[in-house]
């Protein structure tokens, strides 16, 4: 099938090379020719597991290429792919003006029928209005599809090819149909349903997956308080098939592009339905003060004064395989930590270059390896859930002169450190 892809970040570069990668003709728009450039020379403009092979193999087999022109990249294509962000607007919520900038672009370009689908993240009705909107603007047949991305940043390629569904919403059924092509080697079911319905499986599945990390990280702090293990909870829980083991990791809190981003859009657009989603309102809330409740860990022993601290830090994105900073919770925490007066000697495998644009040189050391952070160090903090962390040597762990560790990802043995000497302090457990 002949597939236009406008917008190269994360889904739209990803949704690009895998959609080339299943045969397909396809050709990736964007509007920045530096990124265009970048991409074709072999330098991902982002750092995700396998990318730079998938798109090297797929330009070389012609079946992916790139340009810069939107009039270009559509002229040939049966489905039209829409993947350009979709940030928080300042009220929270999510801001479509370049969603609308695409649609306009498309309209004026197009010369023969499309299918239109907006796979970036849209409140729910947006499908419609964009519709309304070309439709204005061209006579041009089209029909509007929505096809909600659920891949997730360090496992992207790996979450295409083994989805759990594929959403496709239209008031089309032949666009249906037509979508579907693309996806039914997949083997996994495709909900075909009504444009609205599409949008809100997207915001709810993120929003519920949110909701179950708040709710660990409560049940957490009542661990905390009754000398339960987090993990242990949380193990049973998941063993029951209704609520299933995923998302249950006690944390310093969710953080990323997404999860902040669309639970307080979905709130908004309650709001703007004259709903007040209560259960929102508390996730975020809980959300919000769960790296408190870390750093009150820290408080404890230490008191509001880190002057003269030293602080190995592992961990700044805001998740493990990822360089990906946006909306880290582990930069906020480093950004308080540094407030308090501590210096900070940092490491993470991918997420330093972005880490040093928004944290700066004061105070901070950025390492080359998660051994060095424990030079100097007065106590250890875990901020990112990267699976290399796991394995810090005993040897580095002695070298801390306070001998603390607070794990804010609940990735080591608190047993075998507590062998050691050392004072072990996490989220949930003893
Ligand atoms: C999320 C969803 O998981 C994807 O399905 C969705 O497509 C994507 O948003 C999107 O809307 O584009 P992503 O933001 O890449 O994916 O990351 P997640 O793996 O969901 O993690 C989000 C945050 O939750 C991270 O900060 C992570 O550390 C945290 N988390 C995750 C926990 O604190 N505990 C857990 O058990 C799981």
Redesign the pocket.
């Known amino acids: 099938m002949k597939i236009c892809v406008i917008g190269t970040g994360y889904?739209g570069l990803v949704g690009s090379a895998v959609f080339a990668d299943w045969g397909n003709q396809v050709i990736g728009v964007d509007n920045n020719p530096d990124k265009i450039r970048m991409i074709e020379s072999g330098s991902m403009p982002i750092f995700e597991p396998g990318l730079k092979e998938l798109v090297a193999k797929n330009i070389s087999n012609g079946n992916l290429k790139f340009t810069n022109s939107l009039s270009d990249g559509i002229s040939d294509a049966e489905i039209i792919f829409i993947c350009v962000g979709t940030p928080m607007g300042e009220d929270g919520s999510a801001d479509l003006k370049y969603i609308f900038q695409v649609a306009e672009e498309i309209a004026l370009n197009m010369k023969t029928p499309k299918i239109i689908s907006i796979k970036s993240?849209v409140p729910v009705g947006t499908n419609r209005k964009v519709r309304e909107f070309i439709k204005s603007k061209t006579s041009v047949d089209f029909s509007s599809v929505s096809v909600p991305?659920?891949?997730?940043?360090?496992s992207s390629i790996e979450d295409m090819n083994n989805t759990d569904r594929t959403v496709i919403g239209s008031d089309d059924t032949a666009a249906i149909e037509k979508v579907s092509e693309l996806f039914n080697h997949l083997n996994s079911p495709i909900v075909k349903c009504d444009l609205e319905s599409a949008e809100l499986i997207k915001y709810a599945?993120?929003s519920f997956?949110a909701t179950k990390?708040s709710f660990?990280n409560e049940i957490a702090q009542i661990c905390d308080m009754s000398g339960a293990d987090v993990t242990k909870v949380a193990y049973g829980m998941g063993l029951d098939s209704r609520i299933g083991p995923?998302?249950?990791?006690a944390?310093i809190?969710?953080?990323?592009?997404?999860?902040p981003k669309?639970v307080l859009a979905l709130y908004k657009t309650s709001e703007d339905f004259g709903y007040h989603f209560n259960i929102l309102d508390s996730v975020m809330k809980t959300n919000k003060n769960q790296k408190n409740y870390f750093l009150d860990k820290i408080k404890k022993i230490y008191g509001d004064n880190l002057n003269g601290k030293k602080i190995a830090v592992l961990g700044l994105a805001?998740?493990n395989d990822t360089d990906d900073i946006r909306e880290s919770?582990a930069i906020e925490v480093v950004k308080i930590l540094k407030e308090m007066g501590a210096l900070i000697n940092a490491f993470d495998p991918e997420a330093m270059p972005n880490s040093e644009k928004v944290l700066g040189n004061e105070k901070i050391n950025y390492l080359n390896t998660k051994e060095e952070v424990f030079n100097d160090s007065d106590f250890l903090v875990i901020l990112t859930?990267w699976k290399e962390f796991k394995d810090i040597s005993s040897e580095n762990l002695l070298k801390l002169k306070d001998k603390n560790v607070f794990d804010g990802r609940n990735l080591l043995n608190g047993s075998e450190i507590r062998q050691l000497g050392i004072n072990y302090y996490s989220i949930g457990r003893k």
């Open positions: 889904v993240t991305e659920f891949l997730r940043e360090g599945s993120n997956l990390i660990i995923k998302f249950l990791n944390s809190g969710y953080g990323g592009s997404c999860f669309d805001f998740k919770v859930e």
